[in-house]
């Protein structure tokens, strides 16, 4: 038979796992900060993607018409 344990939510730092509920307010509010950060990480990382394939549209048609003059 299988015990049900909770999924308690961890903190793992080098090799060590500490129960987040056993932090300081403070440990918690960097985790949050992470989090946040990590999250406009991701959204410049995407917007940074759009950015470089107009570019390369860009340089695209700016070689197409330079083409044109022969």
Do not use: C, W, Y
């Amino acid at each position: 038979m299988t015990e049900n344990v909770p999924n308690i939510p961890t903190l793992t730092i080098g090799d060590k796992t500490h129960p987040i509920d056993s932090l300081s307010d403070n440990a918690k509010a960097q985790i949050t900060n992470l989090q946040i950060v990590d999250a406009e990480i991701q959204r410049l990382q995407q917007r940074l993607g759009i950015a470089q394939v107009a570019r390369a549209s860009f340089v695209a048609t700016l070689q197409e018409e330079v083409a044109k003059l022969g």
